[in-house]
């Protein structure tokens, strides 16, 4: 049996996507790139924004003609929390709904929905967030993400992650180092921890244990060379963090930190937790720790009340930090939040101009940033080749490309920058590593 699976959205849905193929893998279901030869349709769905959403109904629009064949169809991931039910009587060809916490009762949802019934599984209490006894189908041999934590506790006032996600939990950290042992293993280079807030981690464990310490363990599993994690909320963004980063080799110099907005005004609205100064005292500390770091952010343009003053104050905090890059979104009601309820003041046409803006001064600054790359040399993680180039990430996560044979993929290298591209780096290869 194949099943074809569409993702939208973050990181952690990418990661679900593994997980829910590998409840699939046990069942007997194969993936598929090729949505005709599928017996069974899922997308994985985002609900961050109205156009994410809208891209699922669009999208399952177009599998509707499936169904005389027999094939099922199923919602996945954010949007299929949040509409439950309604997903079903809004498009009545779909076959089930299933919540991201609900990932592991998938194949007691298959089950009733191969006798005929329609079955929604949204519950936000399945405390079971990673299962160490179902495998997990990891789309890269070298490169892993490992959930830490999952769910929201911050509620800021813009934002749906929080009721698509549920509260925050986090995993015991035997878990996780067990199936960071387990990575190192199979061969695996480089974990990400993931989690919606991983600056929280620990809360609600009976351990005492807290998101620095989580990394020194994890830093002690031989065999790992690299540790990512995402995503870090400023507020929460400690100094023993900063220290343990700098401390542990292992731990790459990446930092993506959403600041979000500029102005103390809108940060307040938001809800977001901390200042503008505050901000900036934070990334004062990362580059005086961690001089190579890269920082990265989110923003949102375009807010309810943003005004030309308040947006300035975005322009200007991008300048004063200089991010390696940059997200950024306009503004999206989404109903149910608390922003919601407040008049969408900032039109349309205002909202696309800020966003050019930002933007074209980030990509300035991406630009420049980028050039100083030239001549410089960075450790490499290969995970890719084609055409007798290699493709990888540096530790500070810039794409880089080298010429090499396809043997060296999954071994880290050194690299000289010869040419500098806006989001990627181009060099050779010095040194075999350990290749
Ligand atoms: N946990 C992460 C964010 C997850 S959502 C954090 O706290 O930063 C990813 C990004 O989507 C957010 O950082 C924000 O920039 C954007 N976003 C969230 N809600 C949005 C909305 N209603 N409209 C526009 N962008 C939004
Ligand atoms: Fe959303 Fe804020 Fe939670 Fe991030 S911290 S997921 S932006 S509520
Ligand atoms: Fe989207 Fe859900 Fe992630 S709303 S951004 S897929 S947590």
Redesign the pocket.
Known sequence: MKVFMKTYG?QMNVHDSEKILGVLSTLGYRPTEKEDEAELILLNTCA??EKAEHKVYSELGRFKKRKGEGVFIGVCGCVAQKEGMGLIRRMPFVDFVLGPRSIYALPDVLREVKRGKKVVKADLDGSCITSLTVPILRQEPYRAYVTVMEG?NNFCS????PYTRGREVSRPSSEILEEVRRLADTGYREVTLLG??VNSYGRGLSEGIDFPMLLEMVHEVDGISWIRFI?S?PKDFSERLVKAIAALPKVCEYIHL?A?AGSNRILKKMRRGYSREEYLEKVAMIKEYIPTAAITS???VGFPGEQEGDFELTLDLVEKVRYQGIFA????V?PGTEAASWDDDVPLHVKRDRLIRLLELQNTITQEISSSYKGKTLDVLFNRWGDGKLEGRSRDNKIVIAPGPQSYVGAILQVRIERARMYELEGTIIKGGDA
């Open positions: 973050c961050v924004r929201c813009y934002c749906i992650v919606q807030n995503t909320h959403p979000q989110d923003f949102i979104f306009r503004y999206s989404r």
